[in-house]
């Protein structure tokens, strides 16, 4: 019995290519905040936002009825952290009108503050709703007090609670509101 390697090594190789060709990728669609504030600091630099184990997966997470948060099936086009923090300092630069850039820090000078985010919950729900909860800290690099707030943003999922690009609108919307909060009780 002789076994060819190089049919079964193709055969591999095909199988592997189909696999990845199925893969299903959403991106949040971008929106122009339009709410303007002004803030106390020059510029601010957004360091990477973190999440919890779940959310920093590639997955969109669903939260059922009976509470389990289980996968939906589809990925996020970029990872959840990174989007998110590009998403956090393009709303934050829209509402001030100042330079605003994600960690790290690509100019000479140093940010005069800093927006720190910690995600403890973003995802679908069974009521229709994407959740997005925690906390936000803004560090002055020189003068001025450091602040804190907290956050629990909801926002309906328009259409089917589980359909993906329903619920990557309701993300892009709910970061938006997020970055409208921070701009209010921060800057």
Request: net charge negative.
């Amino acid at each position: 019995m002789t076994i060819k390697t190089g049919k079964i090594s193709a055969l591999c190789f095909v199988t592997l290519l189909a696999a990845c060709a199925s893969e299903v990728r959403v991106a949040a669609p971008q929106t122009a905040p339009e709410t303007r504030i002004a803030s106390r600091y020059s510029s601010l630099e957004v360091t990477e936002v973190t999440l919890p184990s779940y959310a920093a997966a590639e997955d969109i997470y669903f939260r059922a009825a009976d509470g389990a948060i289980s996968p939906t099936g589809t990925l996020w086009a970029d990872l959840p952290s990174r989007s998110i923090t590009l998403q956090l300092a393009r709303d934050l630069g829209a509402i001030t009108g100042v330079t605003v850039a994600p960690d790290p820090w690509p100019f000479r000078a140093f940010p005069a503050a800093k927006v720190d985010v910690r995600i403890e919950e973003l995802l679908a729900t069974a009521e229709g709703t994407f959740r997005l909860s925690g906390q936000f800290f803004i560090a002055p690099e020189a003068d001025g007090r450091a602040t804190a707030g907290a956050f629990a943003i909801e926002e309906p999922i328009v259409g089917k609670p589980t359909e993906a690009a329903a619920i990557a609108a309701a993300r892009g919307r709910a970061v938006s509101k997020l970055a409208e909060t921070i701009a209010q009780g921060g800057l």
